[in-house]
DNA sequence: GTGAATCATCTTTTT
DNA sequence: GATGATTCAC
């Protein structure tokens, strides 16, 4: 067999990590060092000197990432069988395996946030606590944190002794009860249950053992402590992991990761083989020494060489603007030249800080009629009308769900109100029974008037009609849901909207379609476990011909030609609510600062606004501290006109100021004027000499079809309409290039 | 019981 | 601004 690895074509190091055969593995590769090649090799070496493909497991951070490496490995060899997950997707696999030996049925719901924030409500609720203190977002970040750290509601509530702590375990052991009484799984229970069954089932733990009998963890500097466990639990018996990471590019502290995981690994496995992967192959000499600059001011990390290895490259750019509309316009202008001379558009991203951030990058580049793509974090599985879908099939998989029934039964109106629903889970309560349960049984809940008894009785019976249906294929029956349970019709009388959002249920039928097609044994409960762990970060199509937007956070992993970062201001980045956090928080903003200037290969633009538009108010900001240590030397007189007044705003300032927030602002966000001056609200410069639109205004555009006017910018000639449109994107158009009539 | 309208609250990053 | 809770009119 002819040899599937290119070993000439390896540096030393990396030839070291491809090659090693057995035993524990720590790759420590910097940015852009040519870890997924390494990765990839390494599979198919290993393949190439007989392990078998099935008995590979290489776990990634995202579903995308797990994509491409499939993939890459299949282009690398014939290595069709290697097992490429992530984390929470392998955890699903294995519980549904043996659901019995982790104490779960193994038709569970997956929580996502909105769920989990309903249940966490209901779990306050019950606990009686007063609210104010203990907020679902509040508690549902504990009790996160307390799940990743594998510490589940005994034992924190035997060590919690003071009064805050009690209330907490109270409410973490009600959220748990309630998670088990609908036979429900949170994100974090998927890993918990997962480790506690290793721990515990030593017959399991050696059977997947020898299922996976070479693991291999990418990112390991994310991963937290209960993923660590997973990840040593499955290597215990064979000692067969591999992992890479890079602890500067550690972003994900807020979730549970832990650093210590990849300094510990050599005190866990003594015997481990450390390659550092030193050299970068991505980025100019010019890059590459800002970001060492910069990261060199963590104190908490090893020190690791970037070594460049290719020509110097172009300087990189730091600008200052004045604000983020300048920002934006000066960015929007630089991309068409740059896609003028002919760069590829998929060259070329933006990265911010906070997805709100991406609407003025957004304007700028409609208005320049530039192809772009948001990459977001859920945008599709979340809107309403596809939450009620799922909330009827969640039901369908698993009639003790009784978020899902809650979902399902209001999704439009259908003679049963909030009033019958509450008599309904009374009853349910006291007898013990799931809320479907108690709707079958209606006619004994004296306290509900008799036709919704016989309204509840009915729905019950038809969602026990589709679970006997619920065999095979996902798609037929997702298309016989929506037409039966009358929701279907209810859009149809709704207009407009609900054109858009019949449109939308649609588009999931053909993605379950696709499934079905895709899928070997296609059923509900895998249907509806694997979507659970989708997010539209896994939509992102690098080959789409688009300029990409993104967070910094989804940049990970990915490198273009050429970047741009936007706000590098204190408060945005380092975000406002690590200022106060101590260094810790501080070293993280930094290092994702470092993964943003890393993903660049020839061409680097870091931009700042004096003035930005932050939740409503206008605010007058700083440069970033990580700003001077990349070797920033302040402000070049003349570089702008910095003596604005507030009459200037009064003038140039368009939008409304939002009413002042009784908070008083943080030291680095002091506002520029007081948002109570009327004078700043509106002074439009042609009132009524366009066609002005209106907010809510109904609007048909040529291409993006009908929607309703969120916002609309007078500025005369150059008025832009923010438009929501019915298909759920949202688009600010200018107004003389739009193709956009009132309906 | 339903739906529109108003008010209050919170606002990072994501599997 | 978005979302959720509450209120009010039918």
Redesign the pocket.
């Known amino acids: 067999m002819a040899s599937v690895v290119s070993v000439e074509h390896l540096t030393p190091s990396q030839k070291k990590a491809v090659y090693h055969k057995d035993g524990p593995l720590l790759v420590l590769a910097g940015p852009g060092s040519g870890k997924t090649r390494v990765i990839t090799c390494r599979i198919a070496a290993l393949i190439e000197a007989g392990v078998r493909p099935y008995h590979i497991c290489a776990i990634t ?4 990432a797990a994509e491409e490496m499939r993939l890459r490995v299949q282009q690398n060899a014939p290595a069709g069988g290697v097992y490429v997950s ?4 392998l955890c699903v696999r294995i519980l549904r395996q043996y659901a019995e030996q982790a104490g779960i049925a193994s038709n569970f719901s997956i929580y ?3 769920d989990q ?1 309903r249940c966490m ?1 209901e779990a306050i609720a019950a606990c009686q606590v007063d609210s ?1 203190n203990f ?1 679902p ?2 508690m549902l970040e504990i009790v996160s944190r307390l799940k990743n750290d594998l510490e589940d509601e005994v034992a924190y509530a035997a060590r919690a002794d003071d009064y805050n702590g009690k209330y907490t375990a109270k409410i973490y052991t009600q959220y748990q009860k309630l998670l088990r009484q609908n036979n429900a799984l949170d ?2 229970d998927l890993l918990v249950k997962t480790a506690f069954l290793l721990r515990d089932c030593p017959d399991v733990r050696l059977e997947l053992s020898r299922r996976f009998q070479y693991l291999l963890v990418d990112e390991y500097q994310d991963t937290n402590h209960a993923q660590y466990q997973i990840a040593k639990g499955l290597a215990l018996a064979h000692r067969n992991i591999c992992v890479t990471g890079d602890p500067d590019q550690s ?2 502290r ?2 549970g990761a832990d650093i210590k995981n990849i300094l510990v690994f050599e005190k866990d496995w003594p015997d481990a083989v450390v390659v550092k992967l030193e050299e970068n192959f991505r980025s100019t000499p010019n890059i590459l020494e800002k970001a060492s600059r910069l990261i060199v001011a963590n104190t908490k990390r090893k020190h690791k060489e970037l070594i460049a290895t290719r020509p110097k490259g172009d300087e990189v750019i730091i600008e200052a603007c004045q604000d983020e509309t300048e920002e934006a316009r000066s960015i929007a202008e630089r991309i068409k030249k740059k896609i003028a001379d002919g760069v590829d558009p998929n060259e070329i991203a933006v990265f911010y ?4 951030m991406s609407r003025t990058i957004e304007e700028q580049l409609i208005r320049e009629r530039l192809p772009y793509q948001v990459v ?3 945008e599709f599985y ?1 809107r309403k009308e596809i939450r009620d879908m799922l909330g009827y099939m969640k039901l369908i998989v698993n009639p003790q769900d009784d978020i899902a029934f809650d979902r399902a039964i209001g999704t ?9 629903v509450e008599r309904l889970e009374e009853y349910a309560r006291r007898n013990g029974q799931s809320l479907l349960a108690a709707a079958a049984n209606a006619h004994q809940v004296s306290a ?2 008799k036709p ?1 008894q016989e309204r509840l009785r009915a729905f019950a019976a038809m969602i026990a009609k589709f679970r006997n249906d619920s065999g095979g294929a996902v798609a037929p029956l997702m298309d016989c849901v929506f037409a039966e349970s009358g929701y279907l019709e209810s859009l149809k009388a709704a207009g407009a909207e609900g054109v858009a959002a019949i449109e939308n249920v649609n588009e999931l039928i053909n993605a379950a379609a696709e499934y079905d097609r895709r899928t070997e044994n296609p059923s509900l409960t895998d249907y509806m476990q694997s979507i659970a ?1 989708y ?1 539209d ?2 939509a992102y199509n690098p080959d789409a011909g688009r300029v990409a937007l ?2 910094l ?2 940049a990970k992993g990915l490198e273009f030609d050429h970047v741009f970062i936007i706000g590098l201001e204190e408060g945005v980045l380092p ?1 406002e ?2 200022l106060d ?1 101590g260094t810790d ?1 501080m070293e993280e903003e930094r290092r ?1 600062f470092f993964v943003g200037i890393t993903r660049a290969r020839k061409f680097l633009q870091i931009t700042y606004a004096r003035h930005r538009v932050m ?2 108010q206008f605010i007058r900001s700083v440069p970033s501290p990580f700003l001077y240590e990349i070797g920033f030397a302040g402000e070049q007189k003349g570089d702008f006109d910095d003596n604005w007044d507030e009459d200037d705003f009064s003038d140039n300032w368009h939008r409304p100021a ?2 002042s ?1 009784g ?1 008083s602002p943080s030291s680095a966000l002091r506002p520029a004027f007081s948002s109570a001056k009327p004078a700043a609200v509106k002074s439009s410069p042609s009132a009524g000499k366009t066609p002005a639109y209106k ?1 809510n205004d109904l609007v048909q555009h040529a291409k993006f079809g009908l929607g309703r006017v ?2 609309f910018l007078d500025m005369g000639a150059d008025s832009i309409v ?1 438009v ?1 449109f019915n298909s759920g994107q ?1 688009k600010s158009l200018m107004l003389k290039y739009a193709k956009l009539d009132k309906v």
Request: glycine share 8%; proline share 1%; charged share 30%.
């Open positions: 951070f995202t579903n995308k992530t984390f929470h997707a996502d946030v909105d924030k409500k104010s907020t977002a509040r994100f974090d972003i994900y807020w979730r800080r906070v997805n709100a977001r974090g859920v979340a439009h109106p259908r003679g049963i109100g909030k009033t019958s509900i008037n919704t762990l997010s970060t896994d993104m967070t956070h989804a975000h609510r690590s956090g928080d994702l939740r409503g939002s009413r927030s908070r907010v969120k916002e923010v929501k949202t």
